[in-house]
C-alpha cells in the first residue's frame, strides 16, 4: 500500500483537496483531527500535557484549548514542547490506523508534514498551493479572526518556496486551475505505482 502525505499552508485548501480523494474512496487521515481527539480522549497524553501545562482541562477531562493556545503562543520552546508530547501520539494512531486499510494508497494530512518530519514515513508527499492573500481571505473568513492573527500563524509553518521544494507533487487550488482534475490526475497515477 502506497502511503501519500499531504500538506500546505493554512488556508491552502488541503481538507477540501483531501475530500475530493475521499469522494474517489481513499481512505484520508488528518493529523489535526485525530491530534485534537487523542488531546481530549488518550489519558497518558492527558497526563503528559498537565505536568507540563497545568490545569488545561475542565473538571469533565475536555481540554481548554483556549487557555493552552495562551499558553504557548508567541513562545517557540512551549510549542515545540507540546509538539514534542503530540506528534508521538499521532505517530502511533497513524500506524495503527494503516493497519485497518486496504486500498491501494492513503492519504496522510497535517499541516506541519515537514516540520514534524512525518514525510519520512510517507513514499510521496504533496503540497496543496495557494497564493498568500487568497489563504489569508480564505482563514479569516473561515475562522472570523483578523488578518494579524492568521499572519502569526504563518509565521510558525514553512514558507511556500521550501514546502515545493520539498514535496514531490504540488496541486494548485488557486482558483485558476481544477483541483478535481488534479486530483484525479494523481489519483490514476498512485493506483498505477501501488
Known amino acids: 500500500m502506497l502511503k501519500v502525505g499531504i500538506t500546505g499552508g493554512i488556508g491552502s485548501g488541503k481538507t477540501t483537496v483531501c475530500e475530493v480523494f475521499a469522494y474517489l474512496g481513499i481512505p484520508v487521515y488528518s493529523s489535526d483531527q485525530r491530534a485534537r481527539l487523542l488531546m481530549n480522549e488518550s489519558l497518558d497524553l492527558k497526563e503528559k500535557i498537565i505536568k507540563h501545562f497545568g490545569a488545561v482541562y475542565d473538571l469533565d477531562g475536555n481540554l481548554n484549548r483556549k487557555m493552552l493556545a495562551t499558553l504557548v503562543f508567541g513562545n517557540s520552546q512551549k510549542i515545540e514542547q507540546l509538539n514534542s508530547l503530540v506528534h508521538p501520539a499521532v505517530f502511533d494512531d ?14 496522510k494530512e497535517a499541516a506541519l508534514m515537514f516540520e514534524s518530519e512525518s514525510y519520512k514515513d510517507q513514499d510521496a508527499v504533496i503540497t496543496v498551493y495557494a497564493p498568500k492573500e487568497l489563504r489569508i481571505q480564505r482563514v479569516m473568513q473561515r475562522d472570523a479572526c483578523r488578518r494579524i492573527d492568521v499572519l502569526n500563524r504563518m509565521k510558525h509553518q514553512l514558507s511556500e518556496q521550501e514546502r515545493q521544494k520539498r514535496a514531490d507533487y504540488i496541486i494548485k487550488n488557486d482558483n485558476k486551475h481544477s483541483v478535481i482534475q488534479q486530483v484525479i490526475q494523481l489519483h490514476q497515477l498512485f493506483k498505477t505505482l501501488s
Open 94 to 107: 497513524y500506524a495503527n490506523w494503516l493497519k485497518t486499510q486496504s486500498t491501494d494508497y492513503v492519504l
